[in-house]
């Protein structure tokens, strides 16, 4: 059993743990942004920092990112000092000047008690705060379709390698892989991608979709590019994903019924 | 041409050693950047056709000295870089030890005549020392050479880069040989461990415990491979020494690599240089090409069993990608983003496999170390920083170029006696070391000795090598902008800290510049540094406060001067500044005619004004006037 120093108190861990995973574990609140449980860590935003030192550093210590610094044994980590919130509230003080207007910036700064940024607002700011969630879910779901451009200041995400749109051929679209299933849209804590559900379809990323239905049931299921993708990438046969999660759960069920029992539910 | 083993690699030493000897003289034009530029491959030309031409007995290559009567004969080649730059093209020729500068190739039939034929200096094209005007003849005249020790940059300017002979001739690849046939592994790890060897990109981490700790993290994991890579990115601004080093003694990289492969068992090595230095990723592609003929890389190099190959993979255009993790993402082939070493490269870094990155110059200081022995080394520069190190000098100094000295050698020597002192006659104000994110030093730091551990405790950085002196004319606000600014443009934006912090700093700076805010503007930007400097994601973030910290620290008073009194004292900053013309003036009107918006007014000979509302701060007119009679106050 592995064991180190979280705040004053010793605590077990399991080797390949994070701090924030200890953390959480113990019920250690540390605040994140850039980090989600179920995706590669990022390490951007840079608020989950906390102080690791150990006996044998003789009083030098080192401010790390708790969602990426793996635990371990005989070390020493405070999540709370004047220092890191000052660095905190720096953090979220130059997040509020770049997003001066988008309430999810405007609510993380009133929790670290800044009314507005004590900083000069970005001239033409959009709700984008960087944090690379879209990035990575869009990954992680394989489609690959948006990536960060360009860098320092002027980095922004979005569909890699668009060429101009009066450049583009018609019929491809700036997102080039984007297969319109929504899931950096609905992870994006800022609301900053901005898409549309309407009669005609899908609009992401100024690409507009077509919805089919539910084979059965007749409920919006996802785009088509959507279904391939998820049938590609599964092994899986394209018929399962011709019907919506409940769908196919009751035929599922009806057919274990039939097999098994012998006899069909109504 | 093969070369079989390790007993035939020390005959062809031999042979060509001998041949080396035995020349009466080596005419070396230099073809570094600079130089190439300038139209040194037109004067080489021109010299091989005047020569040609001539009676004399000169050859293009050390193989082809060999079958001439009579001993020797004159070789001409091309050379790397000799480091001084600035009055290129140059023609060194030796042992007469003759530097010509800003040769043409008109020059070339009397250089082969007079000097080459009838051994006679050509005064008009030697070196003018800047203060006394007086020629100097050669290196040892003149001090930009002789307070030098060149170690690593020893055949940049001697050799033909080109020539796997020269480097042979020269004691290339004795300390392979050695390798191969009396150390162990082990045995030249340790050597490299007891030199003290500190890596020359810019942390100053011990060699030797970077290479044990891959060596252990490789036997902990008997699977996996270790990677050697060559750090030849220097994106620096104003730095060229890791240039002029694979530029001008491509192969003493490749045999450190092949030591540090020898040493670590590694088969895989890949050099990464930067996308803008296309004659580097020339030379050093030709030399791997050589070297793979000579049997000298590749499979059972020298019959032994040893294999080693190299890999070539140009920079991704960014000052990051020289950042080790950045570096090695981007030899994956994914984007050049810092990622947080946590854990280290060592153990996981280019394809999660245990890596050793060094710097250009450290690798090329490899072979030395091992043909000469630790305590040799050991025994050059400082207890703790041990060796030589390169420099690129440039900025307001007479002399500027590429320069080499023992650790521990004085800034104001290195300023003074190899750079000359300060342009003009005008008075030191601080010298900038250690790159965009190093520090700012003033004078009262001048007789600080250069080295890792004491440039850092002065607040700046030993970083790479760059070394900018700048003169009372600079304002350090606007300097500290100038870094800011640079890395702005050059973070990679992937965390808050660095990507925000860098814009914050940039536009507070701005308004120092201007003459706007107070001492709390100050705090801020202190206060932001110090959140940089702790919790952004790589060293990039981490350093980049540096240049404003320092210059707060040695120069608050100008700092100040901009806030409370709208002045700017160098009288840089075009908002607090104006120009006017004094007595002095005599009524040339060289600046009338050279102000693009007709701010001034003036007959000939009569004392000329200038409309402070029309003038944009230009500086045109400070330009032209012959009598220092503009005034920026
Ligand atoms: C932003 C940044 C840029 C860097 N650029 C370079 C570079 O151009 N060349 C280099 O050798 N090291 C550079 N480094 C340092 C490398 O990360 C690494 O420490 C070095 O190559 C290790 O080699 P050494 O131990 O031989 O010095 C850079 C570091 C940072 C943070
Ligand atoms: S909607 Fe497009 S860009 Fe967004 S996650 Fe899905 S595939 Fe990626
Ligand atoms: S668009 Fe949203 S999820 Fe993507 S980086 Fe910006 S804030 Fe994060
Ligand atoms: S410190 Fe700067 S360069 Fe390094 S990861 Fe952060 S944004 Fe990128
Ligand atoms: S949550 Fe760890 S850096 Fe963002």
Redesign the interface.
């Known amino acids: 059993m592995h064991s180190m120093q979280l705040n004053g108190r010793l605590v077990n861990f399991e080797a390949g743990q994070t701090l924030l995973e200890v953390a959480r574990a113990n019920e250690v609140p540390i605040p994140t942004l850039c980090h989600h449980p179920g995706l590669e860590s ?6 989950c ?1 906390v102080e690791v030192t150990r006996a044998e550093w003789d009083g030098w210590w080192r ?3 708790a969602c ?3 635990a371990a044994d005989d070390l020493i980590v405070a999540t709370e000092s004047e ?1 890191l919130s ?2 905190r509230r ?2 979220v003080d ?2 509020l ?2 997003c001066p207007e988008t309430p999810f910036t405007v609510a993380l700064g009133r929790d670290f008690g800044l009314a507005k940024s ?3 607002p ?1 001239a033409e700011p959009d709700d984008c705060i ?1 944090c ?1 969630l879209c990035v990575r879910v869009c990954a992680a779901v394989g489609a690959h379709a948006i ?2 451009a ?6 922004q995400v979005g569909p890699p390698y668009a060429p101009p749109s009066f450049e583009r051929p018609p019929g491809l679209a700036p997102a080039g892989d984007c297969i319109g299933c929504l899931c950096c849209a609905e992870i994006c804590p800022t609301g900053h991608i901005r898409y549309e559900n309407n009669a005609q379809g899908r609009e992401i990323w100024g690409r507009s979709f077509r919805v089919v239905e539910c084979a059965s049931c007749g409920a919006p299921l996802g785009t088509p590019e959507q279904l391939d993708h998820f049938a590609a990438r599964s092994g899986l046969s394209r018929d399962y994903f011709e019907r919506c999660d409940a769908c196919s759960k009751l035929d599922t069920a009806r057919a274990f019924d039939q097999q098994v029992m012998g006899e069909g539910t109504s | 041409m093969l070369i079989e083993s390790v007993a035939a690699l020390r005959a062809r030493q031999a042979e060509l050693s001998e041949l080396w000897a035995g020349l009466e003289r080596r005419v070396l034009v230099c073809a570094g950047t600079g130089c190439v530029a300038g139209g040194a491959l037109e004067v080489h030309a021109a010299l091989t056709q005047a020569t040609e031409e001539s009676a004399l007995d000169v050859s293009l290559e050390l193989s082809s000295c060999a079958d001439r009567d009579g001993p020797g004969g004159t070789l001409l080649v091309e050379s790397g870089c000799h480091g001084f730059c600035e009055l290129g093209p140059l023609v060194h020729i030796l042992p007469d030890d003759i530097l010509y500068t800003r040769v043409r190739p008109k020059d070339a039939a009397a250089i082969v005549e007079k000097t080459l034929g009838a051994g006679e200096v050509i005064d008009r094209l030697l070196y003018k020392d800047p203060v006394s005007k007086e020629p100097r003849q050669g290196h040892g005249e003149m001090g930009f050479y002789a307070h030098q020790k060149r170690v690593v940059l020893a055949r940049c300017g001697e050799v033909s880069p080109a020539s796997l002979d020269s480097y042979l001739a020269t004691g290339g690849f004795c300390a392979l040989a050695t390798a191969l046939d009396t150390l162990t592994p082990e045995e030249v790890l340790r050597e490299v461990e007891q030199s003290g060897l500190r890596g020359r990109g810019g942390g100053g981490f011990s060699t030797g415990r970077k290479w044990r700790s891959a060596l252990r993290a490789r036997e902990a994991r008997p699977d996996s491979r270790l990677h050697v890579i060559c750090n030849g990115d220097e994106g620096d601004p104003g730095a060229f020494m890791d240039r002029s080093i694979m530029e001008g003694d491509p192969f003493a990289v490749l045999e450190g690599m092949a030591l540090g492969a020898f040493a670590l068992g590694s088969t895989r090595g890949y050099i990464y240089v930067r996308h803008e230095y296309p004659l580097a990723v020339r030379r050093l592609e030709r030399a791997i090409a050589v070297l793979r003929d000579a049997g000298l890389l590749g499979e059972r190099i020298l019959g032994c069993d040893f294999s080693f190959d190299l890999e070539l993979t140009r920079g991704g255009g960014a000052f990051v990608c020289g950042e080790s993790s950045a570096l090695m993402r981007s030899i994956e082939g994914k984007p050049g983003e810092p990622r947080a070493k946590y854990t280290h490269s060592t153990d996981r870094g280019l394809f999660d496999e245990p890596t050793v990155l060094n710097n250009v110059e450290t690798w090329a200081l490899v072979p030395y170390i091992v043909d000469h022995g630790a305590a040799h080394f050991a025994a050059i520069g400082t207890e703790r920083s041990p060796g030589t190190k390169a420099f690129s000098l440039v900025g307001k100094v007479n002399n500027t170029g590429l320069v080499e000295v023992p650790m521990g050698t004085t800034l104001r020597r290195i300023i003074f006696e190899i750079g000359g002192g300060i342009q003009k006659g005008r008075a030191f104000k601080a010298v900038q070391t250690g790159g965009p994110s190093g520090g700012c030093l003033p004078a009262e730091k001048l007789d600080l000795p250069v080295d890792f551990d004491t440039l850092t405790a002065a607040g700046s950085m030993m970083g790479s090598g760059g070394m900018i002196v700048m003169d009372e004319r600079t304002c350090m606000v606007d300097v500290a902008k100038y870094f800011i600014d640079f890395l702005m443009g050059e973070s990679c934006g992937k965390c808050v800290p660095c990507r925000e912090g860098l814009g914050q700093l940039s536009s507070l700076l701005a308004q120092v510049t201007r003459g706007e805010g107070s001492e709390s503007l100050l705090s801020k930007v202190e206060s932001l540094a110090e959140t940089m400097e702790l919790a952004s994601l790589c060293a990039l973030g981490r350093s980049a406060p540096n240049p404003v910290l320092s210059t707060l620290a040695y120069f608050r008073d100008e700092y100040l001067q901009h806030i409370e009194k709208q002045r700017c004292p160098a009288g840089v900053c075009k908002a607090l500044v104006t120009y006017r013309i004094t007595e002095a003036c005599t009524g040339c009107e060289a600046c009338r005619k050279a102000c693009p918006v007709g701010a001034i007014t003036g007959e000939k000979k009569v004392l000329h004004v200038i409309d402070d509302a029309l003038c944009t701060r230009c500086g045109a007119c400070e330009a032209v006037c012959a009598f220092d009679a503009v005034l920026v106050e």
């Open positions: 990022h390490g951007g935003c840079r608020l920092v401010m790390v990112s990426e610094f793996p220092r000052r660095t720096n953090v130059l997040l000047a770049r004590s900083l000069a970005r960087l690379g990536a960060g360009d860098r320092g200041v002027h980095k």
